[in-house]
């Protein structure tokens, strides 16, 4: 097959790892900020610029408009903890035990939560004179030596898991879930180490994670301000949904709708804190999800337009998420196609902040600069689909073998493929039409791939399991 | 149920006819130009601005940047003829007999066509003092007496049916159509009522329709020139799949990729014409298609992203495309989830031209000035989505009644369901969530509506039967 010999040396290629950013986008002298604004269960159909008919995100399509819009853009894993656990560390949660076969995710009763022996973007950039702040969800252990705290960060607020956890009302998740009230769960809302509400009133929620993330920008307008680093992961919307009153009603799409839109408002609210802040040119702003949509909550889960299934699944659905990237003036604009990963963002930002990356551990990620800076393209050539610690599916180039599958949460079985059921994902974006048969040549690239990152991947404690 | 007077209010209101033009926003000396470019079975889902992953649209993106997104317009049926005359007619096609139960739509063994009695936006704005041109797949007869310069163009250039048929080539059509040649098909190509090349090298048809449109729109750039009304039905992206050699393996969407990037192509020329002759802030464009993805031709048929089923069916990916409108310095920029149809252009255009709706006949649109200009909303409160004659599936305001349905072509059977199946397509635009149970005031609404509609449909010969 033509062009074999191509995908096999692409499979190949090393990542780069944070050497390659584009000299002359950045001022020694004056390290980026950097915000990530993080969702929860949202889908890659959920956004205007992504396709959604009823959901109006102006402030969104508008960051896009004014970015880069990336649409094949990955999360580590296609749940909660084991995504934030990638995202923060660079690294696949299988290498920080972030990862399980027995629980998806913490819970409450959970002992263990990420080891202080991970390094995260937050630490990274603090070692590199970075003010760092987390708000919102944190999900990677509620214990002491797991909050963000612990972890890098100099400030934190937010809830320390999900936002359905520690139920007290009676009666069926689901039918609680769809008329919602805060004290149906006991949910602590976390200043740095302490608990400072609780239940935490989630109505509010989002309104005052976006009043904490202005307040945090606002002390860095001072020219001799510190770079700094905000995190800031939405509780939303991850059912039970809430939203501001003002924005009940306001969405033809519904709860969910609504709670989007007050994301929206949030987006539009942090980017002209940083314009106002004569910030804008020196911050880089990446928006997107930790996992595609919770399917089985019908209406008031999210839709993940043309992808093939949701939240849970390694199909495309639960883990390519509606991604943005804005930095005025900096960014090439338009719409990027290649691969992009969460995975990437730690050797990106380092890469941008001057930073070494460190070298004593393996990194899954490579510098996204030339992608966002239009001199070349991602260097992400392949991407690994783990449910809990198993590769489920590997994509190399446009080529997607499926291993094993099993559909989005509370659906179907665990079916296991020999030979692997494979996909053209830029034809066939849907993975409707398995080309297999026809493509033996690119699975066994695929699994030698695979085999020899399974390899390099060496054995941690489960924390999920603890 | 709260809502339920206001619903039925909604469902009674009387489309406007016309009447409702904004004043203001024409020149009363200076008839704006309208440009209709419409597609045949591109889907919903196939644009960047509608969310595609990997079909590069950017001069489409522009366009619905500069101009209206509108994510809930609706085709007048979900297949090509009825499709065509409800767009020129301005009526459902069930008035003028080009629906029928016993054939789809017009073969070249048919004897029948667009009645003489019909009038198109062709020749009512001829009758305003327009120059008017057809370019493109016609479909609507191709016997004389019903070709466009017998329905009030000046000029036609195009093939008079679809492009898979006139089959000459051995073997089954779905094969031939993966790998296509233009001689596989005995397709005329006329200019005006003679056949000037077959078959027609469709290779080549985009650019030459291209072409074919960008010396119309030269040729009105002196001042002095007539208003005009160019109608330029692409006939891709229909199988059989055809794009020029610079398009070949342009998009990493494939065949079908390649397709949409040429008519994206084309849409950039002809702003480009508009606006480098001084006609752009005269001249109202409208992107749209004709019905919802081929989908049983794999990757070489559409997406219809969100939506359900394509082609042939009244599900939502069979009649909702994706439209953009176009006017610099008069549109209200920005995105439009009101609905519209392409029933509503006949009134619209007419309003906009100062020109009177004929008055001896029953329209099924309305003018959407108010929702074009910003002034107010869309005039359209109901949609009717007819199979062949028979009323499937109706919609009122945000709810969707089927009373019959059917999935796309060649996959599942005819139900009928009593109660119909409702759904809210505001917060459901994926129609999976029945409603019918719990909104039962809803159902007997539609019904009423659905009596007064059918009660006013005269019966006439069926064209498609002959």
Redesign the interface.
Known sequence: MAGMKKLLLLGLAVLSSGTAALEGARDKSDSPNFVVIFCDDLGY?DL???????I?T?QL?RMA?EGQKW??FYVAASVCTPSRAGLLTGRLPIRSGMCSDMRRVLFPDSKGGLPKSEITIARALKKAGYDTAAVGKWHLGHLPPYLPTSHGFDTYFGIPYSNDMDKVAEGPNREIAFDPKSEYWDVPLMRDKAIVERPAKQETITKRYTEEAEKFIAAHRRKDAAPFFLYLAHSMPHIPLFRSKRFVGK????Y??DVIQEIDWSVGRLLRALREGGLAEKTLVVFTSDNGPWLIY??HGG????LREGKGSTWEGGM?EPTVFWWPGKLKK??V?GMGSTLDLFPTFLALAGAEMPGDRTYDGGDLSPALFGTGASPRREMFFYRGQRVYAARVG?YKAHFITKPAYGKGQIVEHDPPVLY???????E??DIAEKNPEVIETIRKIVARHEAGVEPVEDQLAR
């Open positions: 159909g205007g610029c992504f396709g959604h008919p009823t109006k102006p399509d408009r649409t094949n969405s033809a799409r519904g969910y709708g019908d209406t839709s993940a337009g043309l390519r338009g719409v196609t446009e053209h994902l830029g034809e066939d974006p849907s409707k039409y």
